[in-house]
């Protein structure tokens, strides 16, 4: 299962996903930076975005921005 159906059945948030450089991914919610591959070096589980998401005030959207992987 890839990290959009993860999230989207999860939380039932609507998930975009968006292309952007190659090797990057960035995920945003509401327009917002919370988690970038470039600054950890290393893409996220979906149980750790699932999580992290969690953590946070209810999302109205979400958005992968970057190269698509599973």
Do not use: H
């Not at 039932?12 to 070096?41: C, F, H, M, N, Q």
């Amino acid at each position: 299962m890839s990290l959009k159906e993860s999230v989207e059945r999860e939380l039932r948030i609507p998930t975009s996903i968006r292309l952007g450089a190659p090797g990057s991914l960035d995920i945003l919610v509401d327009g917002e930076k919370i988690y970038s591959k470039k600054e950890t070096g290393r893409i996220p589980s979906a149980e750790e975005v699932v999580n992290l998401l969690r953590s946070r005030k209810p999302a109205q959207t979400m958005d992968l921005a970057g190269e698509q992987t599973g």
